[in-house]
């Protein structure tokens, strides 16, 4: 009776009140600095004297702040077609190979994911330093490969894992050849698990702070990394705007997604 | 005549699990060949070698004389149904059956033409734009088996395809099957475990056990003649009866059965030991209720009569301590008055017997 | 149409190149990728820590026997620690509600948790650096309901880094710990019921104890990405208030110390590694990690 409404009695409304407090909790700091964005106080004092849009204008007019938001943008595309590119043959790999240091490969494929980030951001600034990749786009291309590869490797190989392999085989029997039944059978099938690699593996990239910090440069920084330095500053409402936009930027994404897997379902 | 497919020693291991132990086996153009056996008797395995999706140990496997042991499976040109419905689940009906037309780069007029006409073959027109999803099991079998006839293989190999379906719908798509392979005249390997199916749809039924087969024969000729007691156990009902055997020359052995001496009986293998079984049909087992002077018979206590409809399924119990099945047709003199506990006679004809060594 | 009419009986092999690639090869560009990308950086970042400035353990030495650096392993473990404590004790209800609740609010609120989580991680420290501040709406909140006279240095210190990473940690307790719930047979507690629990009882003696795994579970990868976690800390503590992430950083950033700042990442590491292992021992996979 305690899975059920009605066995729980007065404890139904100790749990809604506490669901619902959680939920505020998780919302309102959300809700909070995107209206503060638009409140006149520098200090970000609420509720704020006035309302205005001069956050976001000072925010636009600043070139560097683009430009982060651009880079930021041009690395998450790359990575994400890198990952899922790394992480399709990889999953192949794995899923359909017999040899025997299958399961411990698929674990050091995943350390990446478990091992705290900031001692990979650490290891690779100083590996980079030596190779001269450190504050270039290419390195940043390559340490946050590292860090969304995982995810890639995981909802791909789960995707293919539940795709019955005797379909493939099918194609091959009709008369495809492997690789060609792999592209116009196989890759088709796990579509959702590909579309889940590259959005996961974008978002990897695009949020990423920590390893960023390292990567970046006076002049090569992405967005996070400008928010960042901005904010061991002053708590400047720039911030704010440049906040806000990113959560909108996450709920568009949120929709997509959700959006796409109606689709996919009804198909 | 060249046989049409020969498969020669095949041999399959998997370390030292031996899956398939030396097949050999040559079936003829537009046969309807089944590989009968329980699961783990090698036709699977077999079947796969055929296809090409599994590589045999040892052996050779030939169409037409050519080997096909070094050609890749996408180039055998050998169609396939699975037992689980392997359609592309992203493409519809009609894309599905043109897929192996369109991988050999045949004209679009070409396979629009073939496509229609393989989906009035299996009667599934107007299905063709439909997706996979939206089908039920049997149609989507059906649409497997045009997609694996489109391109007109000289050898279609099934491997339990309605193993996943209920029984109505797999007499249904049983007769399908036999109406296409009249129709068509493609060669068929077909792999089951049901003996009822193969009987059905088979020209002839290759019995597997333990990686070999036992017996290659028409239905007729396996349930009349079995030559393992395997066969004898796995096709149709069977009794065994405990026997020694007293002497045996050029293939008959004369048993002794609970006191009585049975000439005549055919013998199958050369194992040694003289104390076997005897095997009988239980339809061809004669019940008296007074001991005939003719022939040799055995006495035996009745221990339950089942009515089945058109037969009567008698249960007895002989003295050796045996249990002996017989059947007789309904309405059959005998069994009026028949009861429980009753002492009866049994006796037949000792060429319709078998004992295996 | 009869199968006699059709031409060959096999495709010849013509110059049809087949692509035979074993499947381990196929692994082998994205092992190579990690291996060159990821492992030997962080071998080599251990491997400094006993070597530089000299060979030895004199990183060590001066990591585990100063109290400042002590006071910061401290401070990391009993924040992580409290973090966790708290998200269960709060994820677990939620979680438990989530399982019951009708569709549509349970869509809303599953909602919620996922925009929380996808919304990127510097905007949610940044709304509790607000929020949290002096003149922040907290304090005024609380000042003008006459709770306090003055207002509490919530940000800046151990408290706000607590209460940040909780905001942080809060998804990452109630997502799994909801799956775990969801599996739960209703006709187990219900038989419970049967059996003359009330509800305290069938709490204790069988929902908890179900759930427990999931607790573990949820418990250790909080704790463990709470270790290691650096942005939260970062701009919620101050610099008076380190923890060990920042720590590394500062070695290898402001002060240059390549050794001390290996020995410290595998101070981290370790403790990692043996709560990861103890996990594995305990549920065989594992679960996923954070930043």
Redesign the interface.
Known sequence: ?????N???W?RW???A??AA??C???L??V??AA?SFGSSQ????PPPDWTLRWYQELLADPRWLESAWTSLKIALVVSALSVF??T??A???V????PARNA?KA??L??????????A??????FLRIGLDGTITGFV??H??VA?PYS?LAIGGALEGF?K??E?????????????AL??TV??I?NGLFSAAVFSF?ASW????VA??MASPTLQTL?VK??AT?RQD?TPV??AA?TI??VF??A??LVVALVRKVAKS? | MTPFLEIAGLRREYGSFVAVNNVNLTIHKGEFMTFLGPSGSGKSTTLYAI???DTPTRGDLRIEGASILDT?????????V?Q?Y?????LTVAQNVA??LK??RLAASVIDERVTRMLSLVRLDGFAHR?PAQLSGGQQQRV?LA??LV?EPPVLLMDEPLAALDKKLREEIQFEIRRIHQETGVTILYVTHDQEEALRLSDRIAVFSKGVIDQVGTGPELYASPATRFVAEFIGDSDFIPCTVSAHKQGKATVVVGGTVVPGVPLHGDGGGSATELMLRPERISLCRHKPDDVAALPATIANITFLGSHVNVATVTSGGGPIGVRLPFGHQEISGLSRGEIVWLSFDPANARVFR | MRSADMGLVA?PARA?R???L??????????A??II??T???L??LL?SVLEPEPGLGNYAALLGSTTYLRIFSNTFIVSAVVTLVTLA?GF??A??????PPFAGQ??F??????M???????T??????L?R???IN?TLMGLGLISEPLPLVNNLTGVTIGMT?IM??FV?LPLYGV?RK?D?SI??A??LCGAT?FQ??RL??LPLVQPGLVAGGLMVF?MS?????TPA?LGGTANMML?EL??QF??SLVN?GM?GAA?LV??TV??AL?ALQLRLFGT?G????
């Open positions: 009776m305690l899975l059920h409404w066995g729980l009695g404890w100790c749990l809604v506490t669901t959680v939920a909790f998780l919302l700091p959300i909070f600095i503060l200090w970000l004092i609420f790394v992480g043959i990889a192949f790999g794995l359909r190979g017999a040899f490969l050091f494929f350390t990446p994911m478990i091992l705290p980030v900031v001692v990979l650490v290891a690779l600034y100083a590996f390559v340490a490969l590292v590869l490797i019955d005797s379909i085989d099918a194609a091959i029997l009709c008369g495809a050849a492997p690789l060609e039944a116009r059978v088709p099938a579509a978002l949020d990423e702070v920590v910090i390292f996070p928010i960042w904010l708590l911030v704010a906040s990113l959560i996450t709920l994404l949120m198909t | 296809a090409g999706l890749p499976p996408h180039l055998r040109n050998i169609g396939m699975f689980r392997t359609l592309f689940p992203h897929f192996p991988v050999r997706k497997a997609r694996a391109y | 495709r049809v087949t692509l035979r074993s499947p381990f090869t196929l692994t082998i560009p994205a092992s990728l990690l990308f990821f030997i950086p962080v080599v970042l400094r709060i209800p939620v438990w509600t989530l399982a019951l609740l809303l609120v909602g919620i948790i996922l925009l929380s996808w919304t990127n991680l510097l905007v949610r940044y709304a509790w650096m607000v929020l501040q003149t922040g709406i005024k905001y809060l998804p109630i719930v739960i209703g507690l219900q419970a019921a509800r069938a709490l069988v929902f463990v270790l290691g976690y650096f942005i701009l992430a590394i950083t290898v950033q390549w700042g990442a981290l590491l990692t590694l990861y594992a996923l990690g954070g930043r």
